[in-house]
């Protein structure tokens, strides 16, 4: 029988007026709560689904549209579906036909609809390997179970219940093992969900050979990893992720600047392949003084750079227009250029001749470095973190039960801490 009798299960089965949970409706609904003993409640309902049931799916319930003329609509069973099943393991057999079908309409009412899933199909294959089939025609065949009306919702229901007993007499395994089993990749051995906290902080994927694939932050480390392993969520990129993680890490960290400095961190130096977005750079332009620019092109005392193995000291823009916008602004600010008939560049040569070349140089480079904004040196100190500025630069991190982590500083990360100290932080 089940262990763990704080579990309690919402075997579930529906009927619908085709295979698309967007556009077809539910036609029935059966439910049956079971507590690991013994069946609780029992309910079943026809409903009314407002569209034409067609030919070939009344040919395979029995279910015609004269039977659910007079059924409630959705909305009005939705109140009780919520009740039977709340704090319940949705348990299905190809849950995610029946919980996707049901998460839409409930949708359409403005409800999120979420609970905790079990496949009897899926966990069945694990526990009773080599059978034909894992329909569930078969495995009642292969149980002896038998059949009161296929392809009616109750009746179904009943099976899948029947074969989740079964499940549990072979596997031997806890009821968490089982709730949640099938959101677990079968190379991903020895996990359990309920090891991760539901606190904010950043997760690891590792594969065999202890690379790091993956690393992302939350501020509920455990919903997400179950978001990241539901078995039909994601492209083909996730999916390729969830069937190569060996292992997941975690670190709890209880505040949003030293997490997001931190995946950062791990992401620029480490460049897990399945962090594309984290590993672009946002910050890849920056401005250099050029003294060396005497004789040349009016305007080259301030070079416009991109970010290579070097940091030019002004730096904070995405682009390059955003880059030349500033550098403009700082020579209209020594000089108080103002659009005329000459052009700009004409306008900075003539300030050049008249003040002569060193003059004209240190106007400019007191001006950009008006616009430099330094870290100051200091140790910003909270109760589960601290972060340490030296030489104006972020050098570590602290963080509480994992300990002290040496940082490489990039433009994007001292971006976010220029904009946390800028809000007096």
Not at 38 to 64: A, C, D
Not at 221 to 238: C, D, N, V
Not at 392 to 419: A, F, H, Y
């Amino acid at each position: 029988m089940l262990k763990d009798k704080n579990k309690k299960y919402s075997v579930i089965d529906l009927e619908t007026t085709g295979a698309n949970a967007f556009g077809q409706k539910i036609i029935e609904i059966g439910i049956i709560n079971y507590d690991g003993d013994q069946i609780e409640e029992v309910y079943s309902s026809l409903i009314y689904p407002e569209k034409f049931i067609s030919h070939g799916i009344t040919m395979i319930t029995g279910i015609t549209n004269e039977m659910v003329q007079n059924a409630p609509k959705f909305y009005e069973v939705a109140k009780k579906i919520v009740e039977m099943t709340e704090g319940r393991i949705f348990v299905a057999h190809n849950v995610f036909f029946d919980y996707h079908f049901l998460q839409r309409e409930f949708q359409d009412l403005g409800y999120l609809f979420k609970r905790d899933v079990f496949c009897t199909c899926k966990t069945s294959r694990n526990v009773f390997p080599g059978l034909g089939s894992y329909s569930l025609k078969n495995l009642c065949e292969e149980f002896k179970i038998p059949r009161k009306s296929a392809h009616r919702a109750l009746s179904d229901a009943e099976d899948c219940l029947e074969v989740l007993k079964c499940i549990q007499n072979k596997s031997e395994i806890t009821t968490l093992q089982v709730e949640l089993d099938h959101l677990i990749p079968a190379q991903l051995h020895n996990f359990n969900f309920e090891n991760f906290p539901e606190t904010p902080g950043l997760y690891f994927m590792y594969d065999d050979d202890n690379s790091l694939l993956y690393v992302g932050k939350s501020k509920r480390i455990r919903t997400r990893l179950k978001q990241h392993f539901k078995q039909f969520s994601g492209g083909p990129r996730e999916h390729k992720l969830k069937s190569s993680v060996t292992r997941v890490e975690f670190m709890e960290c209880f505040h949003d600047l030293p997490t997001s400095l931190l995946e950062l961190h791990f992401i620029k130096n480490y460049n897990p392949y399945y962090n594309r977005a984290g590993r672009r750079k946002n910050f890849r332009y920056g401005l250099r003084l050029n003294p060396q620019s005497e004789g040349h092109a009016p305007g080259d005392e301030l070079k416009l750079t991109q970010f290579k193995d070097d940091i030019p000291l002004l730096y904070s823009f995405g682009s390059r227009h955003a880059a030349a916008r500033v550098k403009d602004k700082i020579f209209s600010d020594v000089f108080g250029l103002t659009p005329g008939e000459l052009s700009f560049e004409n306008q900075i040569r003539n300030y050049k001749k008249i003040l002569g070349f060193d003059l004209y140089y240190k106007k400019i480079k007191d001006k950009y470095n008006e616009k430099i904004i330094d870290l100051p040196d200091m140790k910003l100190q909270r109760k589960h973190w601290t972060l340490t500025i030296e030489d104006g630069s972020l050098k570590c991190i602290w963080v509480k039960g994992v300990g002290k982590i040496q940082i490489n500083e990039t433009p994007d990360m001292r971006m976010m801490l220029l904009s946390s100290l800028r809000k007096s932080f």
